[in-house]
């Protein structure tokens, strides 16, 4: 999608000029306020929208009034939203260059562009009829570096999506180590089965064993001098997660293609550090596998042996993900990094919990979350604090091993944080359980059905006001 400044949208040749209207105002349009506004009764409220014929009055063709609610509660993500609604609705007609005309308190630009490649994507690589989109958006009054940042972020959310979106027979871990190793200005270290084992790893080893497929241990670096903080993401990548032995019912199997999607989000972070060049060391960390049945699967009551020494009894082996993590926790320690922070679809408790509206995030220091939860709120990511008690630990106990890999179902996003907790040593930590927002199993907001890019815009964010 290109997107143009201009001085003037309003005279500009366009299919469809999109001009914003704060609910109980007019726009700058005749022929919006006389039809619209004067003969309809349109109100302007937060995502209505009103097509219109121009009949040559202007260059554009049609008018697209949208309903921006009220003035004083308009802001960036309401923007994004609208931005995303404009070109769904466009689409519809066949539309292909837009005109934005929106009187804003702030610089839109940025979060136009991410709702318009938001509104313009669709996974449709695999179909031999493509979705219509539109190709070119204009924009006044705002600035080269706003749409260049949008267009940075648009470009990893729909990195993200299009990687958790492909079916696992392509996103093997194989192939997230090439595309890391791809990155510009990334320096890729990418361990095979016997340097992860070198490593001490037992406990992703023990995950990645019933797969043909070989494990692959990713680690990214973004250097630069005299950083301002040095910071770890990790990113869960169980390519494809059947529950091994204990296997899932079908209906849960489905979309277990999105189980590495927060290493698809910790990859597109990777991948857009070059457009901003932070003055931040950022370590992007993966342990890329599958989760297979198979006649050399890790079983229920095996004893695994992580990184740390730390010894685990397999309870279920559907609860592979936080195995693979703490493997990856214990190393990022090892980095002498600053913080920390681990991004997973890891508990279908979350789910239940906070269902497709809210991530969940817990950790070791209160600041550092706190920071993260008003970064998602700016980006429209948002998360809830979970409480990590010292009592969620009883559940854990083993009579044989130092823990066990799950505990009560009651409170189990909670108990899979403490447990990934026994991994973190000398850091600050989060984990943000993204289960409930990384895959939707139909449209919300201005995202459609299927994989979200979770995390990205958060992370990209919060590394760059590091």
Known sequence: MEIKIVSDVRNTECDVIVAGLYEGEQTA???????????????????QTYLLQTYGAIPAAKILVIGLGKRDEFNENKMREISAKAVKKCQQIKAKTLA????????????????????????????SEKADRVDKIIMSNVSEDSIKSGKAFGDA???????????AEFATPEKLAEYAKSF??????????????????????????????????????????????????????????????????????????????????????MRALKEFNPQVEVHGIIAACENMPSGTSYKPGDILTA?????????????????????????????????????ATLTGACMVALGTVAAGIMGNDDDMIA???????????????????????DS???????????????????????????????????????????????????????????????????ILQA
């Open 157 to 167: 959310m729909t990195f993200a999506r299009d990687l958790a979106n492909e079916p």
């Open 29 to 47: 349009h005749e022929i919006a306020n006389t039809y619209a506004i004067e003969k309809d009764g349109f109100k302007g409220k937060f995502g």
């Open 100 to 127: 934005y005309d929106f009187e804003t308190s702030f610089d839109y630009g940025w979060s136009a562009t991410i709702g318009a490649m938001i509104g313009n994507y669709a996974f449709d690589k695999y179909k």
């Open 396 to 462: 854990l106990k083993s009579d044989i091993a130092d823990m066990k890999n799950t505990g009560s179902r009651n409170g189990g996003a909670s108990i899979a944080g403490v447990f990934l907790k026994e991994f973190v040593k000398d850091v600050k930590w989060a984990h943000i359980d993204i289960a409930g927002v990384a895959y939707l199993d139909k449209p919300q907001k201005e995202l459609i059905k299927g994989a979200t890019g979770a995390g990205v815009r958060t992370l990209l964010n919060y």
């Open 184 to 269: 510009d200005g990334i320096e890729t270290e990418v361990s095979d089965y016997e340097k992860i084992k070198n490593m001490g790893m037992g406990a992703f080893l023990a995950v990645a064993q019933g797969s043909p497929k070989p494990p692959k241990f990713i680690h990214m670096k973004h250097y630069c001098e005299n950083p301002k903080k040095k910071i770890a993401i990790i990113g869960k990548g169980i390519c494809f997660d059947s529950g091994g032995l204990d296997i899932k019912p079908p209906s849960s199997m489905l979309t277990m293609k999105d189980d590495m999607s927060g290493a698809a989000c910790v990859l597109a972070v």
């Open 307 to 343: 990184k740390n020494g730390k010894t685990i009894e397999v309870d279920n082996t559907d609860a592979e993900g936080r195995l693979t993590l703490a493997d990856a926790l214990c190393f990022a320690s090892e980095l002498g990094v600053d913080e920390v922070i681990d991004i």
């Open 371 to 393: 920071r993260l939860i008003e970064t998602g709120d700016k980006n429209g990511e948002t998360m809830w604090k979970l409480p990590m008690f010292p009592e969620y630990k």
